[in-house]
């Protein structure tokens, strides 16, 4: 099976960066994906990689180590509307994509 | 382009009854998913449709809960009867191909969720 683990909660500054790690175990593996919910909200895709290496994306990159089993979602320039939660998803095995618990982002003044 | 759409949006039933959801994922999605969320954890999967086909249902639970996909469009999920512990968000989301394959990005476009209060 897969396993995911990432903090249950972060909290940081507006204007700041913020760093949130994922470590996963699996056999099989397609890629990591990152996921935002806002509170009552759908989940919405981040960004997604296949392969080692950093993917940028306006003020949000993501990070992957295949050999470390490790990824990590980085946030600049905090905005206060950042505040979620951000889930790391693996894409492995027959297929599926298993979320992990989710990390509530708190962005304070 | 229209999103993934749930309907209802909002469910409130006494424990035994039954109870239905239902979902449009985007027009061309071959992939199909229903995930449960409880408060404050990540979805999990139930089932997973490849176009009418469901290929993936080992963490749905037969005895009450079950699942269709016909002419591989619109998914209906059913609880019957529905217990306390069924009390969640019910997410439908869709994704052009399955996981690892070429068109699949990672991406999984999620409908708003369907909460439901077994009471």
């Known amino acids: 099976g897969q396993s995911l683990e990432q903090p249950s909660e972060v909290t940081a500054v507006e204007g700041a960066i913020v760093q949130i790690n994922c470590t996963y175990q699996t056999s099989g593996f397609y890629g990591l994906s990152w996921y935002q919910q806002h509170d009552g909200g759908a989940p919405t895709f981040l960004s997604y990689?296949?392969?080692?290496g950093l993917e940028e994306t306006g003020r949000f990159s993501s990070f992957l180590s295949r050999s470390d089993s490790y990824g990590y979602l980085l946030l600049q320039e905090l905005q206060m509307k950042d505040s979620a939660s951000y889930f790391c998803?693996?894409?492995?095995?027959?297929?599926?994509?298993?979320f992990g618990k989710g990390t509530k982002l708190s962005v304070i003044p | 382009e229209a999103g993934v759409v749930q309907s209802p949006r909002y469910k409130i039933i006494e424990k035994k009854q039954p109870v239905a959801f239902w979902c449009n994922p985007i027009s061309g999605h071959n992939t199909l998913y229903w995930y449960l969320q409880n408060l404050g954890q990540g979805p999990e999967l139930l089932i997973r449709?490849?176009?009418?086909?469901?290929?993936?249902d080992s963490q749905l639970p037969k005895d009450r809960f079950s699942a269709e996909r016909l002419k591989g469009v619109d998914s209906t999920l059913k609880i019957q009867p529905a217990e306390l512990g069924d009390s969640a968000v019910y997410l439908c989301?869709?994704?052009?191909?399955?996981?690892?394959?070429?068109?699949?990005?990672?991406?999984?476009?999620f409908g708003e969720g369907s909460r439901l209060t077994v009471l």
């Open positions: 449709y490849e176009n009418e086909e469901a290929v993936d």
């Open positions: 990689n296949a392969l080692d």
């Open positions: 998803a693996l894409g492995a095995g027959s297929y599926q994509l298993t």
């Open positions: 989301a869709s994704s052009l191909d399955r996981i690892g394959q070429t068109r699949n990005t990672g991406e999984l476009f």
